[in-house]
Structure formats: C-alpha cells, structure tokens
C-alpha cells in the first residue's frame, strides 16, 4: 500500500546506517560508493523474514495488545519530517491509538537497542502525520527469541531525538562535509569502507 513519494527523503535504511557510523552516509550519499554485497546479507534475511511474517503472522495475539485492526507492508513518506519506509504493520489499538511494530531478525537480550527506538519512534511520526491518531508506543518483535513483543513508550524527546539525527542526516548530504565517527573501533574492524577510511 502506498500512500505518497517524496523524492527529498531518506529511508529508514539511510538512519540506521547513519547511526553505525555517519561516514555511512558521506560514503553512500556524497560519493556515491555503494557498501559491500556482505554487510547486506542481514538486511536481506530481515526482509525475507517480513515476507514470510506478512503470510504467515495472520494469527497475531490480538487481543493481548488490544489491537483491534492492522495493515500490514505499508509504504509511508513524511514529507513534513523527509523521510520514508515500509512498516511491518501499522496496529490500531482499542484505545484509539495507532502504534507501528516492526519484525527484528534478532534475539532480545533484554535491551532495545537505540537503533531500533530511532526507528520505531520515525515510524510513529510518520504514522502520526498519515493517520491523525495519538501514537505514543511502538512495538518491537524478535522473531530469534520466539517472536518476543517488546513495547517502546513514545514521548516528545524520543521523537524529538529521532528528528534531530534525521536533520544531521540531510546536514551531512547537503554539505558533503566529511563526518566524525562514532569513535567505536570495533565498528572498523569489518567495515567495507575501512580501506578507505581514514579512521
Ligand atoms: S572504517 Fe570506521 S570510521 Fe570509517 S566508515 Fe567504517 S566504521 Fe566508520
């Protein structure tokens, strides 16, 4: 299902690669190198996994989460926030709020990572700018630890957040100004840009 498209936005994709490292970004955006075949054999599972999750998810625990009705696949594009992406599902609850849940190749081990509360929470702004229903949680399933619902509680500086990353996002594009790394080194060590890198 598409709603609209917007070709001054970045995906959902760009953010998490921004978040590994912002160096992602000037190498893919600004000098167009695409990363290595290998760093996307994950991705490539998760998206087998939604496929597979929008067949055969059907007999979803509805009641649990007082969902009362779902979309499943949804394209959606913010053009007040610039971004877009497909969302797993798009829930409506009994509570009249609309809350996003996305399928995580993953274990949980009993944290949610950053990366995925940026995402959930950019997922529920642009839920919020389409659907014109509170949001203010999103969900998180790890299909490694037996499908695990997780809930993240949205709020105004978790979004707010989320905004900022995506501003220094379109900074960084715009610019093409060379961005400082996350200062992790552990993230070098199997990097695909690391030979050109100077880190
Ligand atoms: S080599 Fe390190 S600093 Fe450079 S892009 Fe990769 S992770 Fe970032």
């Known amino acids: 299902m598409v709603l609209c498209f917007s070709e001054e936005s970045i995906t959902i994709s760009d953010l998490i690669e921004y978040l590994f490292c912002p160096r992602f970004t000037y190498f893919i955006h600004c000098l167009r190198i695409p990363q290595r075949e290998e760093r996307l054999i994950k991705v490539q599972k998760g ?4 496929k597979s999750k929008e067949k055969t998810n059907l007999g979803y625990p509805r009641k649990r989460y007082g969902v009362t009705d779902k979309l499943t696949g949804i394209y959606l594009c913010s053009k007040n926030h610039r971004i877009r992406g497909i969302m797993d599902e798009v829930l409506f609850l009994d509570d009249g709020s609309v809350a996003p849940l996305d399928y995580k190749f993953a274990k949980y081990c009993n944290h949610v990572f950053k990366t995925h509360k940026y995402q959930s929470a950019l997922y529920g702004l642009m839920i919020t700018e389409h659907f014109n229903r509170p949001v203010n949680r999103g969900y998180l399933c ?3 630890s037996g499908n695990k619902i997780v809930e993240i509680p949205f709020n105004e500086k ?8 995506i501003t220094n ?3 960084i594009i715009q610019r093409e ?7 992790n080194k552990k ?13």
């Open 47 to 50: 998206r087998a996994l939604h």
């Open 142 to 144: 790890y299909s490694r």
């Open 158 to 165: 978790l979004f707010q957040q989320a905004k900022d990353i």
């Open 169 to 171: 996002i379109f900074f």
């Open 177 to 183: 100004e060379f961005p400082e790394t996350t200062g």
């Open 187 to 199: 993230r070098c060590i199997d990097c695909c840009y690391r030979r050109i890198c100077p880190h």
